[in-house]
């Protein structure tokens, strides 16, 4: 076990794109566990656009030089409660740092499927995998046959979307991506019937000639001119999905979408977001869709993996700028499989 414990602090608010000098690695010894808690070895972390809005001075925000938090999966290493045992594998929000001390509230444990990898629990299975199956089945209450369009299609909850919506039964799948090979890989590998680039010009132009025919929902992770123009296409009683803004956190002074706000009564249209925290009690349901298409093969988890925590910064960074495919999973060294 490394005897040196890294933590990552936020040194400064940044004023649109972060950059890497709003971070430092912060050394310390390992931290020891007080009665009633337990060290963890961090193995896998999870860096999430949601970080971005944390790192502004808002309620509820990151504390300038303190440790971050976000989802991980670790080994419970040294223990001093029988609540937890060490080797146990758990899941809990202590991220962004190589070890953490917890509590047996502060954790989730696991169930272990056959054939299931860990990282499958800050994807497919993990509030990633949550967000698109709640968006579909409780907000959207997607129906046998509708068509589907979903921004930023490429990332962890834009391919989960995709992936989820063609189980249960959508019609015409269309998403946008950031680049011609994210279009192509959506088609190719996630099961989407179109994919457009969205740098490619006006968005209600290349919307209208991927779904010519209009659509039935669209699943916001972008907002901006995609929302505007998803309104425009929508078909009477369409509804909209709000999932995230991701155009809009790094540039907080960029004009709202401008669109026929009478669509929304002359169409009888709905549009509602939602907090993926509201409905961690759905956590085991998605595990009964999920895993048996898991296992089957029908479903595959779209991650892009990085080595080494101290990448973790890089990853998060690369992720805001849309160089993932998937969910984008930080793996520490020792978890990489062998060559052999």
């Known amino acids: 076990m490394n005897e040196i414990a890294l933590t990552v602090h936020q040194t400064a608010r940044p004023h649109g794109f972060p950059a890497a000098e709003h971070f430092t690695f912060v050394e310390s010894q390992l931290p020891d566990p007080a009665a009633g808690s337990a060290l963890v070895e961090n193995l896998y972390w999870s860096v999430d656009p949601y970080h971005r809005e944390l790192m502004d001075d808002v309620p509820g925000g990151f504390a300038l030089d303190a440790p971050l938090?976000?989802?991980?999966?670790?080994?419970?290493v040294a223990s001093r409660t029988p609540r937890l045992a060490e080797g146990e594998i758990v899941f809990h929000r202590q991220g962004w740092r190589t070890h953490?001390?917890?509590t047996p509230e502060e954790i989730r444990r696991l169930p272990r499927f056959d054939g299931v990898p860990l990282t499958a629990y800050l994807s497919i299975l993990g509030g990633t995998g949550l967000t698109a199956y709640v968006g579909l089945t409780r907000i959207a209450r997607l129906r046998e046959g509708e068509d589907l369009f979903v921004s930023a299609a490429a990332g962890?909850?834009?391919t989960a979307t995709g992936r989820f919506a063609r189980l249960l039964g959508a019609g015409r799948l269309v998403g946008s991506a950031g680049s011609a090979a994210k279009a192509d890989h959506?088609?190719?590998?996630?099961?989407?019937d179109a994919a457009f680039n969205y740098h490619d010009g006006p968005a209600a132009e290349l919307l209208g000639k991927a779904a010519p025919d209009g659509i039935d929902l669209f699943?916001?992770?972008?907002?901006?001119?995609q929302l505007a123009a998803a309104v425009g296409a929508l078909r009477e009683f369409g509804r909209v999905v709000?999932?995230?803004t991701i155009s809009q956190y790094n540039t907080p002074d960029a004009p709202p979408p401008r669109?026929?706000?009478?669509d929304i009564v002359e169409k009888s249209l709905r549009m509602e977001g939602f907090l993926v925290s509201n409905y961690r009690d759905l956590q085991d349901e998605l595990y009964q869709f999920a895993v048996p298409h898991l296992q089957s093969g029908r479903?595959?988890?779209?991650?892009?993996?990085?080595?080494?925590?101290?990448?973790i910064v890089d990853a998060f960074l690369r992720m805001l700028s849309g160089q993932n495919t998937g969910k984008i999973i930080v793996r520490d060294r020792a978890q990489v499989p062998s060559a052999h």
């Open 242 to 244: 709000r999932i995230g």
């Open 259 to 262: 669109f026929n706000y009478a």
């Open 156 to 158: 962890g909850v834009g």
């Open 299 to 311: 479903l595959a988890p779209d991650e892009t993996v990085v080595d080494g925590f101290e990448h």
């Open 100 to 102: 953490a001390v917890v």
């Open 69 to 76: 938090e976000g989802r991980t999966i670790g080994r419970i």
């Open 219 to 225: 699943v916001d992770n972008v907002g901006g001119e």
């Open 186 to 192: 959506l088609t190719r590998e996630v099961g989407y």
